[in-house]
């Protein structure tokens, strides 16, 4: 079971970026979560899953506005399951906890602690590129990846931002989508090996 805690960076000279997170979180991966997202304390908010590429896509939510530290926890999680997360125990939830503590001053703002700590390194460390590869992405490249995420082609694309389809090729090169749209799967495979 993988256990996602994040704590929002600077969140006492900031709005509290919680409730609008949690609603993101369940939109994103809400059917694919063991228990509801919920704030845990303060300016913090926790997920429960199961499934390896619903923490990739909350990861990668997460650490695109750079408001958030992430720690993954893997490992068990107490049965029988509560009704809320922030009632729910186990070596996930600590293990989680040491994540998020040690993202608050890594590179990447992610950070994760499972059982396999070698692997876990070895998969935080790639998790931590492809954080800074994007983090090094410019608006208009997020503008062209939001465009195709939609699942519209690069033509359309175009079309929709008045430029060329070869200004779009560009676009998305630049912006390195195509290793992305590799790297995600992946590192959910890494994770899912972590699971065991």
């Known amino acids: 079971m993988y256990v996602i805690t994040a704590d929002q960076k600077a969140s006492r000279s900031h709005a509290d970026l919680v409730p609008a997170a949690l609603e993101e979180i369940d939109?994103?991966?809400?059917?694919?979560?063991?228990?509801?997202?919920?704030?845990?304390t303060g300016d913090e908010l926790q997920a429960v899953t199961g499934d390896a590429r619903a923490v990739m896509d909350i990861v990668m939510h997460l650490t695109r506005e750079r408001h958030?530290?992430?720690?993954?926890?893997?490992?068990?999680?107490?049965?029988?399951?509560p009704r809320e997360t922030?009632?729910?125990?186990?070596?996930?939830?600590?293990?989680?906890?040491?994540a998020v503590e040690r993202a608050k001053s890594a590179p990447g703002r992610v950070a994760i602690t499972a059982d396999?700590?070698?692997?876990?390194?070895?998969?935080?460390?790639?998790m931590r590129l492809l954080v800074d590869l994007r983090d090094r992405r410019t608006p208009q490249g997020w503008e062209v990846a939001d465009l195709l995420a939609t699942g519209i082609t690069q033509k359309?694309?175009?079309?929709?931002?008045?430029i060329s389809p070869a200004a779009v090729s560009l676009r998305a090169s630049s912006a390195a989508l195509r290793i992305e749209e590799g790297a995600i799967p992946a590192l959910a495979r890494l994770l899912g090996r972590l699971d065991t």
């Open 27 to 40: 939109e994103i991966a809400g059917g694919r979560l063991t228990l509801p997202p919920e704030r845990s």
């Open 156 to 162: 359309q694309v175009a079309t929709r931002l008045g």
């Open 68 to 81: 958030w530290s992430v720690g993954i926890g893997v490992g068990a999680v107490d049965q029988p399951l």
């Open 86 to 98: 922030r009632a729910a125990r186990g070596e996930a939830f600590v293990r989680a906890r040491d």
């Open 116 to 126: 396999h700590a070698t692997d876990a390194l070895d998969t935080e460390a790639l």
